[in-house]
Structure formats: C-alpha cells, structure tokens
C-alpha cells in the first residue's frame, strides 16, 4: 500500500520569505501522480500543484514550484515571496498512474502553515 | 469550471435519525466521485468510491450499511448516514474525477 508522510505538522514563514514544505511517500509503482493541495480556513480543498512521475522536469506554478526526487521519494513544495493569504493546511497527496479507471488519493497528514508580517 | 457542489454545507441532527448530502459536478460529467472524511485537524480519509451506475466501493473499516452511497446519475452522488450518532458528527468532503479530483467545499454534520 501506499503511504504519504509529512513530518512537519506545523511550518511559519515571514512575508515574502521562501519555505519549504516537506513529502516523502513509499510505493512499489513506477507510474504515478503526486499533488500539493491547499486547504484554507474555509476548508475548501485547493490544488496547488500537480507533478507526473514520469516527468524529469520539476513542476512550477507561478510562487510554487516541487522538488521531486523520485529515487528519494520525495516530492517537496517551494513557496516563494509568501503571501497572508499562503496561510492554510498544506497536503500532499499521492495517485497510482493511468489505470484506465478513476483512482482514489492518499493523503499525507498535512502541514499548517502560518504566515507572519 | 469544472465547479463541484455540496449540500447541505452544515447539518444538525438528532441522534438516530439519517442524514443525505448531495455532490454534485456542476460543469462536467463523472463517472466516479469519491467521499472523504475528515476530523479536526486531521487529514482526509477516503470513505468509499461512487461509481456511477454501480455499486460503491467503500474502503475498509467503512460500514457499507451505515454510510449508503447512491450514484445515480453522471453529475449526482448521495451520501447518506443512516442511525447517526454522535461519533459520526464530522466534516464530509466529496470530489468528481474530470482527469483529475476536484472537490466540493464540504458539509459539517453534527449529530446530536
């Protein structure tokens, strides 16, 4: 089975500062997704970024972007010049590849992170 | 788009008594939705898979009887607490696949 791990349950950051949010993850599969979700105050889950496993290149979204060591296993999220509104508890979340069906997430036991002036 | 919609967002209930929330894909179709629950400042743990057309696949631990699960149309998925208690109050999310998960903005259920 496939575990998600997040070993910071809590992470701050001044404004405009960059951080770092950690994910390591455990699977057997060669194909597969990982994803950097976002969930505000307003318990709205957001996603932030995606990256396909297959894919050398980090991805990068704008003030986002992943460190993604596939021999590691880890996928980590890089938010720079951070904003009030970066504030919110971060999950990282793991998908098995195309199975020609939907397949279902498992979610790491998130991050909250604060954002300070 | 690809929106998805929940509701009700906050329920009170009385003990003993069942509970329906309603997911819906607002700009797409999907075949499959899923159901989370989440605790307080936990994260969130799949319940089940809704197929739509099929029967759901509830993931283990999840009583079957308890949390019924109806997909009956492309855009529509139901999820209903029957006999809830007060160990079942907690935060419901559902998500429709549309090549990858969105999800809806979540019900809070507290049972009496």
């Known amino acids: 089975a496939q575990t998600v791990t997040q070993s910071q349950p809590e992470m701050s950051v001044q404004e405009a500062e960059t951080v770092t949010l950690s994910c390591t993850y455990d699977?057997?599969?060669?194909?597969?997704?990982l994803f950097w979700y976002k969930q505000p105050p307003s318990r709205q889950m957001i996603l932030v970024i995606r990256?396909?496993?297959?894919?050398?290149q980090n991805a990068t979204e704008n003030r986002f972007s992943v460190n993604f060591q596939k021999a590691a296993k880890s996928f980590s999220l890089k938010i720079s010049d951070s904003q009030l509104g970066d504030a919110a508890m971060y999950f990282c979340?793991?998908?098995?590849?195309?199975?020609?069906?939907?397949?279902?997430?498992?979610f790491g036991t998130g991050t909250r992170l604060q954002v300070t002036l | 788009g690809a929106v998805v919609s929940q509701h009700p967002s906050r329920v009170i209930c009385k003990s003993g008594t069942s509970v329906k929330i309603e997911c819906r894909s607002l700009?797409?179709?999907?075949?499959?939705m899923f159901w989370y629950r989440q605790f307080p400042k936990q994260s969130l743990m799949l319940m089940a898979t809704?197929?739509?057309?099929?029967?759901?696949?509830?993931e283990q631990g999840v009583e079957k009887d308890k949390f019924l699960i109806n997909h009956a149309s492309l855009t529509l998925s139901t999820l209903t607490v029957t006999s809830a208690h007060p160990e079942d109050s907690s935060f419901y999310i559902c998500?429709?696949?549309?090549?990858?998960?969105?999800f809806g903005p979540g019900t809070r259920l507290t049972v009496l």
């Open positions: 998500s429709a696949e549309n090549n990858e998960q969105f």
């Open positions: 979340a793991y998908r098995r590849g195309n199975t020609g069906t939907a397949s279902k997430l498992t």
């Open positions: 700009d797409f179709q999907a075949t499959t």
């Open positions: 699977t057997s599969e060669s194909d597969y997704y």
């Open positions: 809704s197929n739509e057309g099929s029967k759901a696949t509830y």
């Open positions: 990256q396909e496993a297959y894919k050398q």
